[in-house]
């Protein structure tokens, strides 16, 4: 689906605010570190205040989807890193963002209809309502905070937030 269906749906129409398809604006940016992305979507590049909105929720692969895994939509679609020859790894690209793009504030949404289980993030017929908003400055610590009370035992088990507490450190002691 696309922004604007999705936005449809949920009835937010253009009024004070933009709405924006940032795979439709993708700009040349040259990457302080990784590998195969070359572009960034505008409006979030040039955004005086960039916050990511994640929603609790598991993930097959990943364990929990949270606001780490929502950037991997601000830079090249995901399509882009699909060769025959090698492989490449998207989570590489979304810390790219996340190191020179960082959101300024992280929320995850844990209120309600948070999708559990196998495939949570593909659907789940009976989401669990925890009644929680997490929030704060730093995106990794907000995750992995969510990551726990989700029952994340050991986040470092997620490839996803390994990979982030390997490029970023871990602000867990400070947590």
Same mark, same amino acid.
């Given at each position: 689906?696309?922004?604007?269906?999705?936005?449809?749906y949920c009835g937010y129409r253009e009024g004070n605010y933009a709405?924006?398809?940032?795979?439709?604006?993708?700009?040349?940016?040259?990457?302080?570190?990784? %590998?195969?992305?070359?572009?960034?979507?505008?409006?979030?590049?040039?955004?005086?205040?960039?916050?990511?909105?994640?929603?609790?929720?598991?993930?097959?692969?990943?364990?929990?989807?949270?606001?780490?895994?929502?950037?991997?939509?601000?830079?090249?679609?995901?399509?882009?890193?699909?060769?025959?020859?090698?492989?490449?790894?998207?989570?590489?690209?979304?810390? %790219?963002?996340?190191?020179?793009?960082?959101?300024?504030?992280?929320?995850?949404d844990g209120f309600d209809a948070a999708a559990h289980g196998l495939?949570?993030?593909?659907?789940?017929?009976?989401?669990?309502?925890?009644?929680?908003?997490?929030?704060?400055?730093?995106t990794l610590a907000v995750d992995l905070v969510a990551a726990r009370?989700?029952?994340?035992?050991?986040?470092?088990?997620?490839? %996803?937030?390994?990979?982030? %507490?390997?490029?970023?450190?871990?602000?867990?002691?400070?947590?």
């Open positions: 689906r696309t922004v604007a269906e999705v936005a449809a709405l924006v398809d940032l795979s439709a604006e993708q700009v040349e940016h040259g990457y302080s570190r990784g %590998m195969s992305v070359h572009t960034v979507g505008r409006t979030w590049r040039d955004a005086e205040l960039r916050i990511v909105f994640g929603k609790l929720r598991s993930h097959p692969v990943h364990l929990v989807h949270l606001n780490v895994g929502n950037l991997d939509s601000i830079s090249a679609p995901a399509e882009s890193f699909l060769f025959l020859d090698r492989r490449a790894d998207l989570d590489t690209c979304v810390l %790219m963002t996340l190191e020179d793009h960082p959101p300024h504030f992280a929320l995850i495939a949570g993030v593909l659907g789940c017929p009976a989401p669990l309502a925890p009644g929680r908003l997490y929030g704060g400055a730093d009370h989700a029952g994340l035992a050991r986040p470092e088990a997620s490839p %996803m937030l390994a990979l982030a %507490m390997e490029w970023f450190g871990d602000p867990r002691p400070l947590t």
